[in-house]
């Protein structure tokens, strides 16, 4: 294929002055693969997109002295009615050039114009077009606890880090406990941003602006948790907020492990219906069976939520317990358990140190237990795992003692 029908993008070009979009033109007919439109702005409407039915695969937009408008109506719009933004044009001063980045700018091309400048940044919206086009959305798993307590917060961090590790998935893990979630510090991080603030900006977000208000563990997994100074959050997140937070994160990811905190609500509603997974967590107790009871029945009743996308976890399980998995099994009318190994020890000292257990413990029952239910989340089949989690791999199932 030859180099000017390489490019296959509709573009529409945007300004104020019919001579630069004649210009502009002329620079991109060469490029047969480009479908090109234009709008001259005048009198009316300064939204360069008002009354574009299909929105185009990019927008190039010519900044004059006066753009600031336009720029403005494009930061307004939601980011998924919001095309790759391409300016042209003199950026002379700060506010223009912030306006243009939180208008999602990809590049900021200089006048007079350099064609090649022009092709390359068209080049780079096309392969990520194609890229966000070939792939589906990420797999979506919900942690949350039948009773306060009961570890969903550890286990959601252990398996995002094996998801990302032994998987070697793309995924992020996502704190939606927004008074006293805290699972930076399970990981030694300590962000100076986070999901308080992603949400404040919600509707501005994209997968790249996204991606700031993430931290990145060592492992390759990235966390959007509260930021180390905080302060206990009181302000109302809407379910419309939640939404946008969601779909943003979904995109170009394999997993979103989200941590929920132990209540149904419209937020905690909406994760799980959108969930392919809801791993709820147990122990052996009489009090812990007794919430998990209600809360599966409002999941299958309230939510619609189907039984083979609740996941039942036996936490912190001892085989000597008076309650076995089989009475779990019979009480929470559920298939198969999930058994994680009782370890306060090793537990304690990963919280303490902010370490995953693949990382201080991985020849360890327990880390074998979490390692078999990532994969059983959609991760790294047991057997690809190596000698250890496989001999282990039998503490995970459910069976009679």
């Not at 086009?133 to 094996?162: D, I, P, Q, W, Y």
């Amino acid at each position: 294929m030859s180099e000017t029908t390489a490019i296959r993008l509709n573009v529409l070009l945007v300004s104020r002055r019919k001579e630069m979009l004649d210009a502009l033109e002329a620079v991109l007919r060469k490029y047969p693969g480009l479908r090109l439109q234009r709008k001259l702005i005048v009198n009316g409407h300064v939204d360069p997109l008002h009354d574009v039915e299909t929105l185009p695969d990019a927008l190039v937009l010519h900044s004059g002295e006066n753009s600031q408008a336009e720029m403005e109506s494009v930061a307004a719009r939601a980011s998924d009615r919001r095309p790759p933004l391409i300016v042209v044009g003199a950026i002379n001063d700060t506010n223009a050039m912030r306006m243009a980045m939180h208008a999602g700018a990809r590049d900021l091309l200089p006048l007079p114009l350099v064609e090649a400048d022009l092709v390359a940044a068209l080049r780079r919206i096309e392969r990520d077009h194609r890229a966000s086009g070939s792939r589906a959305e990420a797999t979506v798993t919900a942690f949350m606890n039948a009773k306060g307590g009961c570890g969903a917060t550890l286990l959601a961090c252990n398996v995002a880090h094996m998801l990302a590790t032994l998987a070697r998935r793309r995924v992020a893990l996502l704190d939606l406990d927004m008074q006293f979630g805290a699972i930076p510090l399970y990981f030694d991080l300590f962000p100076k941003r986070g999901v308080l603030q992603a949400l404040e900006n919600v509707d501005t977000l994209d997968e790249v602006s996204f991606d700031g208000y993430l931290v990145e563990h060592r492992s390759g997994l990235r966390i959007l948790g509260h930021a180390a100074d905080d302060a206990l959050a009181t302000q109302l997140v809407t379910a419309q907020q939640t939404h946008k937070l969601l779909s943003v994160a979904t995109r170009g990811r394999d997993h979103v492990v989200v941590d929920l905190p132990r209540r149904i609500d419209s937020i905690t509603s909406l994760v799980v219906e959108r969930a392919q997974h809801v791993v709820i967590v147990v122990q052996q107790s009489v009090a812990t069976l007794r919430d998990a009871t209600r809360l599966i029945n409002c999941l299958r009743r309230e939510l619609a939520v189907g039984k083979d996308r609740i996941v039942t976890v036996v936490n912190r399980y001892q085989k000597d317990s008076a309650i076995t998995a089989a009475d779990i099994r019979t009480t929470l009318a559920c298939g198969e358990l999930s058994l994680v190994p009782n370890d306060f020890r090793t537990v304690s000292a990963c919280l303490d140190t902010g370490t995953p257990l693949q990382e201080y413990a991985a020849n360890a029952a327990i880390t074998a237990a979490v390692a078999s239910l990532q994969a059983r989340l959609g991760g790294t089949p047991m057997e690809s795992q190596g000698f250890l989690a496989r001999t282990l791999s039998g503490l995970t199932k459910s069976r009679s003692p």
